[in-house]
Protein backbone atom coordinates (compact mmCIF):
# COMPACT_ATOMS: atom_id res chain seq x y z
CA UNK A 1 0.00 0.00 0.00
CA UNK A 2 3.10 2.34 0.99
CA UNK A 3 4.07 1.81 -2.66
CA UNK A 4 0.53 2.36 -4.46
CA UNK A 5 0.44 5.67 -2.56
CA UNK A 6 3.64 6.70 -3.75
CA UNK A 7 3.06 6.15 -7.09
CA UNK A 8 -0.53 7.91 -6.38
CA UNK A 9 1.57 11.09 -5.24
CA UNK A 10 3.45 10.96 -8.25
CA UNK A 11 0.91 11.25 -10.55
CA UNK A 12 -0.89 14.27 -9.16
CA UNK A 13 1.50 16.46 -11.12
CA UNK A 14 -0.09 19.32 -13.66
CA UNK A 15 -1.85 17.81 -16.67
CA UNK A 16 0.96 19.20 -19.17
CA UNK A 17 3.70 17.70 -17.29
CA UNK A 18 2.50 14.41 -17.18
CA UNK A 19 1.58 12.35 -20.42
CA UNK A 20 -1.53 10.25 -19.71
CA UNK A 21 -0.72 6.59 -18.39
CA UNK A 22 -2.11 4.17 -20.47
CA UNK A 23 -3.05 0.66 -19.28
CA UNK A 24 -1.35 -1.03 -21.76
CA UNK A 25 2.91 -0.69 -22.42
CA UNK A 26 4.09 -3.15 -25.27
CA UNK A 27 0.68 -4.93 -25.38
CA UNK A 28 1.04 -5.78 -21.64
CA UNK A 29 -1.88 -4.92 -18.83
CA UNK A 30 0.54 -2.79 -15.62
CA UNK A 31 -0.02 -4.42 -12.40
CA UNK A 32 -2.89 -2.62 -10.79
CA UNK A 33 -4.62 -3.42 -13.77
CA UNK A 34 -4.17 -7.04 -13.34
CA UNK A 35 -5.36 -6.91 -9.90
CA UNK A 36 -8.40 -9.08 -8.66
CA UNK A 37 -11.85 -6.83 -8.61
CA UNK A 38 -11.21 -7.84 -4.99
CA UNK A 39 -8.38 -5.92 -4.23
CA UNK A 40 -9.02 -3.43 -6.14
CA UNK A 41 -11.92 -2.39 -4.16
CA UNK A 42 -9.64 -2.98 -1.02
CA UNK A 43 -7.07 -0.47 -2.41
CA UNK A 44 -9.89 1.96 -2.77
CA UNK A 45 -10.98 1.44 1.23
CA UNK A 46 -7.27 2.52 2.23
CA UNK A 47 -7.16 5.65 -0.03
CA UNK A 48 -8.30 8.99 0.42
CA UNK A 49 -9.94 11.31 -2.55
CA UNK A 50 -7.06 12.90 -3.25
CA UNK A 51 -5.18 9.58 -4.21
CA UNK A 52 -8.33 8.21 -6.02
CA UNK A 53 -8.44 11.41 -7.93
CA UNK A 54 -4.71 11.00 -9.42
CA UNK A 55 -5.82 6.88 -10.06
CA UNK A 56 -8.43 8.14 -12.31
CA UNK A 57 -6.65 10.93 -14.14
CA UNK A 58 -3.45 8.57 -14.45
CA UNK A 59 -5.22 5.29 -15.97
CA UNK A 60 -7.98 4.18 -18.65
CA UNK A 61 -8.23 0.51 -16.83
CA UNK A 62 -8.42 2.12 -13.67
CA UNK A 63 -11.15 4.10 -14.63
CA UNK A 64 -13.04 1.83 -16.27
CA UNK A 65 -12.57 -0.16 -12.64
CA UNK A 66 -13.09 2.45 -9.80
CA UNK A 67 -15.84 4.15 -12.00
CA UNK A 68 -18.11 1.02 -12.31
CA UNK A 69 -21.36 0.57 -10.73
CA UNK A 70 -20.19 -1.82 -8.07
CA UNK A 71 -17.22 0.95 -6.96
CA UNK A 72 -18.09 4.10 -7.14
CA UNK A 73 -21.76 4.71 -5.03
CA UNK A 74 -19.47 3.24 -2.26
CA UNK A 75 -17.23 5.98 -2.91
CA UNK A 76 -19.97 8.53 -2.97
CA UNK A 77 -21.35 7.47 0.39
CA UNK A 78 -18.29 7.65 2.39
CA UNK A 79 -16.67 11.14 1.09
CA UNK A 80 -19.55 12.87 -0.05
CA UNK A 81 -22.83 11.59 1.36
CA UNK A 82 -25.32 13.74 -1.08
CA UNK A 83 -23.40 13.09 -4.14
CA UNK A 84 -25.19 9.51 -5.15
CA UNK A 85 -28.97 10.74 -5.18
CA UNK A 86 -27.89 13.78 -7.32
CA UNK A 87 -25.93 11.70 -9.92
CA UNK A 88 -28.42 9.30 -10.11
CA UNK A 89 -30.96 12.21 -10.85
CA UNK A 90 -29.17 14.06 -12.93
CA UNK A 91 -27.69 11.39 -15.34
CA UNK A 92 -28.84 10.47 -18.32
CA UNK A 93 -27.42 7.35 -18.87
CA UNK A 94 -25.90 4.59 -16.22
CA UNK A 95 -22.81 4.47 -18.56
CA UNK A 96 -22.57 8.49 -17.33
CA UNK A 97 -22.95 7.85 -13.92
CA UNK A 98 -19.44 7.43 -13.12
CA UNK A 99 -18.23 10.00 -15.46
CA UNK A 100 -20.05 12.55 -13.51
CA UNK A 101 -18.68 11.23 -10.37
CA UNK A 102 -15.26 11.33 -11.51
CA UNK A 103 -15.86 15.00 -12.56
CA UNK A 104 -17.39 16.62 -9.64
CA UNK A 105 -14.52 14.52 -7.29
CA UNK A 106 -11.65 15.99 -9.81
CA UNK A 107 -13.29 19.80 -9.29
CA UNK A 108 -13.66 19.28 -5.79
CA UNK A 109 -9.95 18.17 -4.67
CA UNK A 110 -9.15 20.93 -7.13
CA UNK A 111 -10.99 23.75 -4.61
CA UNK A 112 -10.00 22.23 -1.53
CA UNK A 113 -6.40 21.67 -2.57
CA UNK A 114 -5.77 25.48 -2.94
CA UNK A 115 -3.75 25.19 -6.18
CA UNK A 116 -5.48 27.35 -8.75
CA UNK A 117 -4.69 27.62 -12.36
CA UNK A 118 -4.53 30.92 -12.87
CA UNK A 119 -5.81 34.28 -11.26
CA UNK A 120 -7.23 37.67 -11.43
CA UNK A 121 -7.23 41.05 -9.95
CA UNK A 122 -9.33 43.51 -11.55
CA UNK A 123 -11.21 46.67 -11.07
CA UNK A 124 -15.42 47.50 -11.14
CA UNK A 125 -14.50 49.72 -14.10
CA UNK A 126 -16.16 50.84 -17.44
CA UNK A 127 -13.03 52.97 -18.17
CA UNK A 128 -10.82 50.38 -19.49
CA UNK A 129 -11.66 47.36 -21.03
CA UNK A 130 -8.20 45.58 -21.64
CA UNK A 131 -9.51 42.27 -20.73
CA UNK A 132 -13.03 41.82 -21.33
CA UNK A 133 -14.48 43.26 -24.48
CA UNK A 134 -18.13 44.44 -24.83
CA UNK A 135 -20.16 42.51 -26.74
CA UNK A 136 -23.18 43.22 -29.36
CA UNK A 137 -25.55 40.26 -29.14
CA UNK A 138 -28.45 42.14 -28.04
CA UNK A 139 -30.19 44.62 -29.63
CA UNK A 140 -30.70 47.90 -28.46
CA UNK A 141 -34.37 47.95 -28.08
CA UNK A 142 -34.43 45.03 -26.20
CA UNK A 143 -31.77 46.45 -23.34
CA UNK A 144 -28.71 45.56 -25.20
CA UNK A 145 -25.69 48.85 -24.34
CA UNK A 146 -23.70 49.17 -27.52
CA UNK A 147 -21.73 52.16 -26.74
CA UNK A 148 -21.55 53.65 -23.42
CA UNK A 149 -22.25 57.02 -24.97
CA UNK A 150 -25.31 56.03 -25.24
CA UNK A 151 -26.51 55.83 -21.95
CA UNK A 152 -28.29 58.84 -20.95
CA UNK A 153 -27.28 59.63 -16.83
CA UNK A 154 -23.59 58.16 -17.38
CA UNK A 155 -20.89 60.35 -17.54
CA UNK A 156 -18.18 59.49 -19.94
CA UNK A 157 -14.96 61.26 -19.68
CA UNK A 158 -12.06 61.23 -22.47
CA UNK A 159 -10.52 57.55 -20.77
CA UNK A 160 -13.81 56.64 -21.27
CA UNK A 161 -17.07 56.07 -18.73
CA UNK A 162 -16.40 57.86 -15.18
CA UNK A 163 -18.29 55.61 -12.60
CA UNK A 164 -18.12 56.39 -9.28
CA UNK A 165 -20.44 54.45 -7.03
CA UNK A 166 -20.03 50.70 -8.91
CA UNK A 167 -21.33 48.08 -6.97
CA UNK A 168 -20.84 44.32 -6.84
CA UNK A 169 -24.10 42.58 -6.80
CA UNK A 170 -24.23 38.46 -7.97
CA UNK A 171 -22.29 35.81 -9.09
CA UNK A 172 -23.31 32.58 -10.65
CA UNK A 173 -21.37 30.28 -13.12
CA UNK A 174 -17.89 31.79 -14.40
CA UNK A 175 -20.07 35.86 -14.47
CA UNK A 176 -19.97 38.61 -12.36
CA UNK A 177 -22.41 40.94 -12.45
CA UNK A 178 -22.06 44.80 -10.95
CA UNK A 179 -23.69 48.06 -11.19
CA UNK A 180 -21.31 50.91 -12.98
CA UNK A 181 -23.45 53.49 -10.79
CA UNK A 182 -25.63 51.56 -8.48
CA UNK A 183 -27.27 54.70 -6.97
CA UNK A 184 -28.00 57.46 -9.82
CA UNK A 185 -28.54 54.30 -12.21
CA UNK A 186 -29.33 51.17 -10.87
CA UNK A 187 -31.07 50.16 -14.19
CA UNK A 188 -27.90 49.60 -15.83
CA UNK A 189 -25.91 46.16 -15.27
CA UNK A 190 -22.79 44.18 -16.17
CA UNK A 191 -21.91 40.73 -16.78
CA UNK A 192 -18.75 40.01 -17.29
CA UNK A 193 -17.64 36.36 -18.27
CA UNK A 194 -14.56 34.41 -17.40
CA UNK A 195 -14.63 31.94 -18.74
CA UNK A 196 -15.25 33.91 -22.29
CA UNK A 197 -13.80 37.40 -21.86
CA UNK A 198 -17.30 38.63 -23.02
CA UNK A 199 -19.02 41.54 -21.18
CA UNK A 200 -22.31 41.93 -21.73
CA UNK A 201 -24.03 45.17 -20.37
CA UNK A 202 -27.71 45.79 -20.06
CA UNK A 203 -30.20 48.48 -19.25
CA UNK A 204 -33.72 48.08 -18.50
CA UNK A 205 -35.70 48.96 -21.31
CA UNK A 206 -38.24 51.94 -20.54
CA UNK A 207 -37.02 52.31 -17.58
CA UNK A 208 -38.07 56.37 -17.23
CA UNK A 209 -35.25 57.22 -15.13
CA UNK A 210 -36.24 55.92 -12.11
CA UNK A 211 -34.02 55.02 -9.28
CA UNK A 212 -36.09 53.03 -6.98
CA UNK A 213 -37.63 49.56 -6.46
CA UNK A 214 -35.18 47.03 -9.26
CA UNK A 215 -35.69 43.83 -8.31
CA UNK A 216 -32.36 41.38 -9.52
CA UNK A 217 -31.42 37.89 -9.82
CA UNK A 218 -29.09 36.03 -11.85
CA UNK A 219 -28.59 32.25 -12.19
CA UNK A 220 -26.57 30.36 -14.91
CA UNK A 221 -28.28 31.42 -17.64
CA UNK A 222 -30.67 34.15 -17.04
CA UNK A 223 -29.82 38.01 -15.97
CA UNK A 224 -33.18 39.04 -14.44
CA UNK A 225 -34.11 42.82 -13.51
CA UNK A 226 -37.38 44.11 -12.79
CA UNK A 227 -39.69 46.50 -11.40
CA UNK A 228 -43.37 47.26 -10.13
CA UNK A 229 -45.02 44.21 -12.66
CA UNK A 230 -42.56 44.10 -15.21
CA UNK A 231 -39.71 41.59 -15.57
CA UNK A 232 -36.50 41.72 -18.40
CA UNK A 233 -34.50 38.50 -18.84
CA UNK A 234 -31.51 38.20 -20.47
CA UNK A 235 -30.68 34.88 -21.84
CA UNK A 236 -26.80 34.91 -21.03
CA UNK A 237 -25.80 32.14 -23.53
CA UNK A 238 -28.30 32.73 -26.68
CA UNK A 239 -27.94 36.50 -26.35
CA UNK A 240 -31.70 36.54 -26.28
CA UNK A 241 -34.69 38.82 -24.20
CA UNK A 242 -37.88 38.39 -22.99
CA UNK A 243 -40.33 39.44 -20.52
CA UNK A 244 -43.52 39.39 -18.92
CA UNK A 245 -45.98 41.03 -17.09
CA UNK A 246 -47.33 39.73 -13.32
CA UNK A 247 -50.47 40.22 -12.28
CA UNK A 248 -49.88 42.73 -9.61
CA UNK A 249 -46.28 44.55 -7.95
CA UNK A 250 -43.55 41.98 -7.11
CA UNK A 251 -41.45 41.77 -3.83
CA UNK A 252 -38.95 39.22 -4.95
CA UNK A 253 -37.37 37.24 -8.00
CA UNK A 254 -35.63 34.09 -7.90
CA UNK A 255 -33.81 31.78 -10.95
CA UNK A 256 -32.37 28.37 -11.61
CA UNK A 257 -31.56 27.39 -15.13
CA UNK A 258 -34.19 29.00 -17.32
CA UNK A 259 -37.02 28.67 -14.64
CA UNK A 260 -38.07 32.07 -12.53
CA UNK A 261 -40.15 32.48 -9.28
CA UNK A 262 -42.12 35.41 -8.40
CA UNK A 263 -43.37 36.39 -5.48
CA UNK A 264 -45.91 39.65 -5.12
CA UNK A 265 -46.41 41.65 -2.21
CA UNK A 266 -49.70 39.95 -1.60
CA UNK A 267 -47.46 36.68 -1.34
CA UNK A 268 -48.88 35.17 -4.41
CA UNK A 269 -46.06 32.97 -6.16
CA UNK A 270 -46.02 32.77 -9.89
CA UNK A 271 -43.84 30.60 -11.96
CA UNK A 272 -42.44 31.62 -15.30
CA UNK A 273 -39.78 30.01 -17.75
CA UNK A 274 -38.16 32.06 -20.60
CA UNK A 275 -40.23 32.87 -23.38
CA UNK A 276 -43.26 31.40 -22.12
CA UNK A 277 -46.07 32.18 -19.96
CA UNK A 278 -46.28 32.77 -16.56
CA UNK A 279 -48.10 30.39 -14.57
CA UNK A 280 -49.82 30.61 -11.38
CA UNK A 281 -48.74 28.27 -8.16
CA UNK A 282 -50.96 27.12 -5.35
CA UNK A 283 -49.22 27.43 -1.94
CA UNK A 284 -52.42 26.38 0.56
CA UNK A 285 -51.20 24.50 2.78
CA UNK A 286 -47.41 26.54 2.94
CA UNK A 287 -47.94 29.67 4.47
CA UNK A 288 -50.96 31.95 5.01
CA UNK A 289 -51.04 35.15 2.72
CA UNK A 290 -50.65 38.25 3.43
CA UNK A 291 -48.29 41.57 2.75
CA UNK A 292 -44.60 40.59 2.34
CA UNK A 293 -41.35 42.76 1.93
CA UNK A 294 -37.73 42.24 1.75
CA UNK A 295 -36.48 41.09 4.72
CA UNK A 296 -33.55 42.90 6.43
CA UNK A 297 -30.82 43.65 4.35
CA UNK A 298 -28.22 43.08 6.65
CA UNK A 299 -24.96 41.03 6.58
CA UNK A 300 -25.67 38.13 9.70
CA UNK A 301 -22.09 38.85 10.19
CA UNK A 302 -20.82 41.78 9.98
CA UNK A 303 -23.84 44.37 9.83
CA UNK A 304 -22.73 44.99 6.56
CA UNK A 305 -25.37 46.37 4.07
CA UNK A 306 -25.89 43.29 1.27
CA UNK A 307 -27.11 43.06 -2.01
CA UNK A 308 -31.22 42.84 -1.66
CA UNK A 309 -31.49 39.97 -4.13
CA UNK A 310 -29.67 37.26 -2.13
CA UNK A 311 -32.31 38.04 0.78
CA UNK A 312 -35.44 36.47 1.12
CA UNK A 313 -38.89 38.00 2.30
CA UNK A 314 -40.91 38.50 5.41
CA UNK A 315 -44.45 38.81 6.46
CA UNK A 316 -45.10 42.18 7.86
CA UNK A 317 -47.72 41.31 10.29
CA UNK A 318 -45.96 37.61 11.30
CA UNK A 319 -42.36 38.44 10.92
CA UNK A 320 -42.13 34.71 9.18
CA UNK A 321 -39.39 34.34 6.86
CA UNK A 322 -40.00 33.26 3.45
CA UNK A 323 -37.97 31.74 0.24
CA UNK A 324 -37.81 29.68 -2.18
CA UNK A 325 -35.75 27.23 -4.11
CA UNK A 326 -35.60 25.68 -7.68
CA UNK A 327 -34.85 22.24 -8.60
CA UNK A 328 -31.87 22.34 -10.88
CA UNK A 329 -32.27 18.92 -12.30
CA UNK A 330 -36.08 18.30 -12.13
CA UNK A 331 -39.23 20.21 -14.04
CA UNK A 332 -41.75 21.63 -11.99
CA UNK A 333 -40.12 20.72 -9.03
CA UNK A 334 -39.67 23.72 -6.39
CA UNK A 335 -39.27 23.59 -2.29
CA UNK A 336 -41.05 26.80 -0.28
CA UNK A 337 -39.06 27.43 3.10
CA UNK A 338 -40.71 29.34 5.92
CA UNK A 339 -38.82 30.41 8.75
CA UNK A 340 -40.84 31.31 12.14
CA UNK A 341 -38.65 33.35 14.52
CA UNK A 342 -39.07 33.15 18.16
CA UNK A 343 -40.78 32.05 20.39
CA UNK A 344 -41.57 29.14 17.75
CA UNK A 345 -38.59 29.21 16.08
CA UNK A 346 -39.27 26.58 13.47
CA UNK A 347 -37.94 25.64 10.18
CA UNK A 348 -40.19 24.60 7.52
CA UNK A 349 -39.45 22.78 3.83
CA UNK A 350 -42.53 22.35 1.81
CA UNK A 351 -41.49 20.13 -1.46
CA UNK A 352 -43.85 21.23 -4.37
CA UNK A 353 -44.30 18.86 -7.06
CA UNK A 354 -46.39 19.81 -10.49
CA UNK A 355 -48.37 22.15 -8.40
CA UNK A 356 -48.97 20.06 -5.07
CA UNK A 357 -46.95 19.80 -2.07
CA UNK A 358 -45.11 16.24 -2.28
CA UNK A 359 -43.38 16.09 1.10
CA UNK A 360 -42.85 18.42 4.08
CA UNK A 361 -39.53 18.27 6.18
CA UNK A 362 -39.09 20.21 9.57
CA UNK A 363 -36.12 21.84 11.85
CA UNK A 364 -37.14 23.08 15.14
CA UNK A 365 -34.26 24.64 17.71
CA UNK A 366 -33.96 21.89 19.84
CA UNK A 367 -31.87 20.73 16.75
CA UNK A 368 -28.90 24.22 17.16
CA UNK A 369 -29.99 25.65 20.66
CA UNK A 370 -27.49 24.04 21.99
CA UNK A 371 -24.57 25.64 19.81
CA UNK A 372 -26.07 28.99 20.84
CA UNK A 373 -26.16 31.24 23.31
CA UNK A 374 -29.28 33.36 23.73
CA UNK A 375 -30.46 35.67 22.43
CA UNK A 376 -29.13 34.78 19.08
CA UNK A 377 -31.48 33.65 16.30
CA UNK A 378 -31.52 33.82 12.52
CA UNK A 379 -32.89 36.92 10.70
CA UNK A 380 -32.79 35.89 7.30
CA UNK A 381 -33.35 33.27 4.60
CA UNK A 382 -30.69 33.97 2.72
CA UNK A 383 -29.83 30.56 0.62
CA UNK A 384 -26.32 29.78 -1.09
CA UNK A 385 -25.02 26.40 -2.74
CA UNK A 386 -22.92 24.86 -0.67
CA UNK A 387 -21.61 22.14 -2.98
CA UNK A 388 -22.41 21.08 -6.87
CA UNK A 389 -24.89 18.70 -5.79
CA UNK A 390 -27.94 19.56 -3.89
CA UNK A 391 -26.72 21.50 -0.81
CA UNK A 392 -28.23 24.79 0.02
CA UNK A 393 -27.38 27.04 3.32
CA UNK A 394 -30.68 28.47 4.19
CA UNK A 395 -29.81 30.55 7.30
CA UNK A 396 -26.94 31.68 9.86
CA UNK A 397 -26.50 33.22 12.82
CA UNK A 398 -23.07 34.21 15.12
CA UNK A 399 -22.76 33.63 18.58
CA UNK A 400 -20.93 33.48 22.03
CA UNK A 401 -19.47 29.66 22.04
CA UNK A 402 -21.40 27.63 24.39
CA UNK A 403 -19.41 26.33 26.74
CA UNK A 404 -20.74 22.78 26.07
CA UNK A 405 -20.20 22.94 23.17
CA UNK A 406 -16.75 24.29 22.80
CA UNK A 407 -14.41 21.41 21.11
CA UNK A 408 -11.16 20.98 22.41
CA UNK A 409 -8.99 22.43 19.83
CA UNK A 410 -11.56 25.42 19.24
CA UNK A 411 -10.21 28.67 20.55
CA UNK A 412 -10.62 30.18 24.05
CA UNK A 413 -11.89 33.26 22.65
CA UNK A 414 -14.17 32.72 19.80
CA UNK A 415 -17.47 33.51 18.40
CA UNK A 416 -19.52 30.44 16.69
CA UNK A 417 -21.00 30.88 12.65
CA UNK A 418 -23.99 28.36 12.91
CA UNK A 419 -24.98 27.17 9.89
CA UNK A 420 -28.06 25.69 8.66
CA UNK A 421 -28.11 23.89 5.19
CA UNK A 422 -30.66 21.83 3.36
CA UNK A 423 -30.21 18.82 0.60
CA UNK A 424 -32.49 18.85 -2.28
CA UNK A 425 -32.36 15.31 -3.20
CA UNK A 426 -31.58 13.64 0.05
CA UNK A 427 -34.10 16.02 1.33
CA UNK A 428 -31.82 15.98 4.94
CA UNK A 429 -30.43 18.88 7.24
CA UNK A 430 -26.85 19.40 8.55
CA UNK A 431 -26.02 22.06 10.80
CA UNK A 432 -22.63 23.00 10.80
CA UNK A 433 -20.81 25.29 13.17
CA UNK A 434 -17.34 27.07 12.19
CA UNK A 435 -15.19 29.28 14.92
CA UNK A 436 -13.17 32.13 14.42
CA UNK A 437 -10.30 32.78 17.05
CA UNK A 438 -10.87 36.37 17.38
CA UNK A 439 -14.90 36.07 16.36
CA UNK A 440 -16.57 37.08 13.06
CA UNK A 441 -15.63 40.39 12.96
CA UNK A 442 -16.57 43.28 11.19
CA UNK A 443 -13.82 42.99 8.55
CA UNK A 444 -14.51 39.38 7.79
CA UNK A 445 -16.25 37.48 5.07
CA UNK A 446 -16.73 34.12 4.28
CA UNK A 447 -18.29 31.31 1.83
CA UNK A 448 -19.36 27.60 2.88
CA UNK A 449 -18.33 25.49 0.12
CA UNK A 450 -17.73 21.41 0.00
CA UNK A 451 -18.10 21.35 3.83
CA UNK A 452 -15.28 23.96 4.38
CA UNK A 453 -15.63 27.85 5.29
CA UNK A 454 -13.23 29.79 3.41
CA UNK A 455 -12.66 33.07 5.27
CA UNK A 456 -10.76 36.32 4.83
CA UNK A 457 -10.43 38.99 7.64
CA UNK A 458 -9.51 41.59 4.26
CA UNK A 459 -8.56 44.54 6.93
CA UNK A 460 -5.48 42.41 7.94
CA UNK A 461 -2.19 43.52 7.29
CA UNK A 462 -1.64 40.04 6.13
CA UNK A 463 -4.98 39.72 4.00
CA UNK A 464 -4.85 35.82 4.64
CA UNK A 465 -7.81 33.73 2.86
CA UNK A 466 -8.24 30.38 4.76
CA UNK A 467 -9.97 27.38 3.99
CA UNK A 468 -11.46 25.72 7.03
CA UNK A 469 -13.10 22.69 8.28
CA UNK A 470 -16.56 22.78 10.90
CA UNK A 471 -15.79 22.57 14.31
CA UNK A 472 -16.14 18.29 15.35
CA UNK A 473 -16.75 17.39 11.47
CA UNK A 474 -15.20 13.87 10.61
CA UNK A 475 -17.92 13.18 7.97
CA UNK A 476 -15.80 14.49 4.86
CA UNK A 477 -12.27 13.67 4.28
CA UNK A 478 -9.46 15.49 5.21
CA UNK A 479 -5.88 14.92 4.23
CA UNK A 480 -4.26 17.63 5.84
CA UNK A 481 -0.87 18.79 5.08
CA UNK A 482 1.74 19.70 7.39
CA UNK A 483 2.76 22.59 7.26
CA UNK A 484 -0.34 24.19 6.13
CA UNK A 485 0.49 25.22 2.21
CA UNK A 486 0.79 28.75 1.58
CA UNK A 487 0.37 30.18 -1.47
CA UNK A 488 0.57 33.81 -3.22
CA UNK A 489 0.03 34.93 -6.65
CA UNK A 490 3.06 36.55 -9.16
CA UNK A 491 2.88 37.97 -12.52
CA UNK A 492 1.98 35.39 -15.21
CA UNK A 493 3.86 37.08 -18.33
CA UNK A 494 0.42 37.18 -20.10
CA UNK A 495 -2.71 39.44 -19.87
CA UNK A 496 -3.50 40.60 -16.02
CA UNK A 497 -3.33 37.11 -15.21
CA UNK A 498 -1.46 35.51 -12.05
CA UNK A 499 0.23 32.39 -11.52
CA UNK A 500 0.57 29.81 -8.43
CA UNK A 501 3.98 30.81 -6.36
CA UNK A 502 3.90 28.63 -3.11
CA UNK A 503 5.68 30.52 -0.36
CA UNK A 504 6.79 29.47 3.09
CA UNK A 505 4.56 30.91 5.95
CA UNK A 506 5.84 32.97 8.52
CA UNK A 507 3.52 30.78 10.83
CA UNK A 508 1.58 27.55 10.84
CA UNK A 509 -1.28 28.68 13.58
CA UNK A 510 -4.05 27.31 11.41
CA UNK A 511 -5.72 24.40 11.46
CA UNK A 512 -6.60 25.18 7.36
CA UNK A 513 -6.36 23.31 4.62
CA UNK A 514 -4.28 25.64 2.89
CA UNK A 515 -3.87 29.74 2.79
CA UNK A 516 -3.97 32.70 0.25
CA UNK A 517 -2.01 35.85 0.23
CA UNK A 518 -4.22 38.67 -1.10
CA UNK A 519 -2.13 41.50 0.55
CA UNK A 520 -0.23 42.65 -2.23
CA UNK A 521 -2.71 43.14 -4.40
CA UNK A 522 -5.67 45.35 -1.87
CA UNK A 523 -4.78 48.70 -1.50
CA UNK A 524 -6.95 52.24 -0.64
CA UNK A 525 -9.84 52.62 -2.80
CA UNK A 526 -9.01 55.11 -5.51
CA UNK A 527 -12.05 57.35 -6.85
CA UNK A 528 -11.08 59.39 -9.30
CA UNK A 529 -7.39 59.02 -9.02
CA UNK A 530 -7.44 60.10 -5.40
CA UNK A 531 -6.89 57.33 -2.64
CA UNK A 532 -8.45 58.34 0.31
CA UNK A 533 -8.36 54.88 2.71
CA UNK A 534 -12.14 55.05 2.77
CA UNK A 535 -15.10 52.44 1.66
CA UNK A 536 -17.32 54.50 -0.55
CA UNK A 537 -20.09 52.49 -0.98
CA UNK A 538 -21.21 49.81 1.88
CA UNK A 539 -21.58 46.20 1.38
CA UNK A 540 -18.80 45.72 -1.41
CA UNK A 541 -16.52 43.43 0.63
CA UNK A 542 -18.14 39.78 -0.63
CA UNK A 543 -16.68 36.06 -0.88
CA UNK A 544 -18.19 34.31 -3.84
CA UNK A 545 -17.33 31.23 -5.77
CA UNK A 546 -18.38 27.53 -6.86
CA UNK A 547 -15.94 24.53 -7.28
CA UNK A 548 -14.45 26.00 -10.50
CA UNK A 549 -14.14 29.80 -9.35
CA UNK A 550 -13.26 31.91 -5.98
CA UNK A 551 -14.28 35.46 -6.07
CA UNK A 552 -13.24 37.81 -3.21
CA UNK A 553 -14.84 41.47 -3.91
CA UNK A 554 -12.67 44.19 -1.66
CA UNK A 555 -13.88 48.03 -2.15
CA UNK A 556 -14.93 48.02 -5.66
CA UNK A 557 -12.08 45.23 -7.39
CA UNK A 558 -11.55 41.23 -6.92
CA UNK A 559 -9.22 38.29 -7.12
CA UNK A 560 -10.89 35.67 -8.42
CA UNK A 561 -8.98 32.44 -8.32
CA UNK A 562 -10.02 29.43 -11.06
CA UNK A 563 -9.50 25.89 -10.04
CA UNK A 564 -10.26 24.55 -13.05
CA UNK A 565 -9.04 25.74 -16.44
CA UNK A 566 -6.77 28.36 -16.33
CA UNK A 567 -8.90 32.12 -17.25
CA UNK A 568 -8.16 32.36 -21.16
CA UNK A 569 -5.81 35.11 -21.96
CA UNK A 570 -6.06 36.95 -25.29
CA UNK A 571 -5.87 34.93 -28.49
CA UNK A 572 -1.72 35.94 -28.79
CA UNK A 573 -1.35 34.51 -25.65
CA UNK A 574 -3.31 31.86 -26.11
CA UNK A 575 -1.48 30.37 -29.27
CA UNK A 576 1.43 31.19 -27.55
CA UNK A 577 0.56 28.94 -25.07
CA UNK A 578 -0.72 26.00 -27.14
CA UNK A 579 2.69 25.99 -28.67
CA UNK A 580 4.52 26.05 -25.73
CA UNK A 581 2.48 22.75 -24.80
CA UNK A 582 3.28 21.16 -27.70
CA UNK A 583 7.33 21.67 -26.78
CA UNK A 584 6.54 20.27 -23.73
Known amino acids: MAIMKSLLTQLRRPANTRSATSHVSNGKLDIVSRLPFE ?3 FILSLLGPNDVDAGLSACRRWRTIWLSDEIWPKLARRWFPNLEDYIRKAAVSDAEMGEI ?50 VDGLEVGTAGPITRSRRFMMYDNGRIAWWPEAYPL ?8 LRTRKRRTYLFPGH ?15 LLIGRGKTLHAWHLDLDQHSSVEVPEEFVRCTTEGETVILITKNACLFAWKFGQELEYIDTTGCYDKGPVGIAQPY ?19 TGILLDFIISPIEDNVLFVITYTPAPLRELRIDEIRNGEIAETYRLDESEWSHLM ?5 F ?26 TRDSACPPCSSILVSVCFNIYTKSFTISHYHHRDGFKNQSVSQIRNNRIAASDTDDPRGLLLTLRPCGSTSVPRDKPSPTPFYTMAPGGRDCLLRLQRVPPDSDEWDADFALDTSPLFGPVSIDGVSDGRLPIPGVKRLVGDDDFLLLVVHQSYIVW ?7 GNTADAGRSRWRKLIH
Open 101 to 150: FRRTLHKIQRRMSGRFASALHHELTLESERFFTLSKGVPVLEGGVHSYDD
Open 299 to 317: DFLSGQYITSYNVGSRFLR
Open 39 to 41: LHI
Open 562 to 568: SFGNEIP
Open 186 to 193: PCLAVVDD
Open 373 to 377: EDPAD
Open 208 to 222: EDEKRGYKTAMSNKL
Open 379 to 404: TNLRWEKVDSYGGYCLMQAVSKTPDI
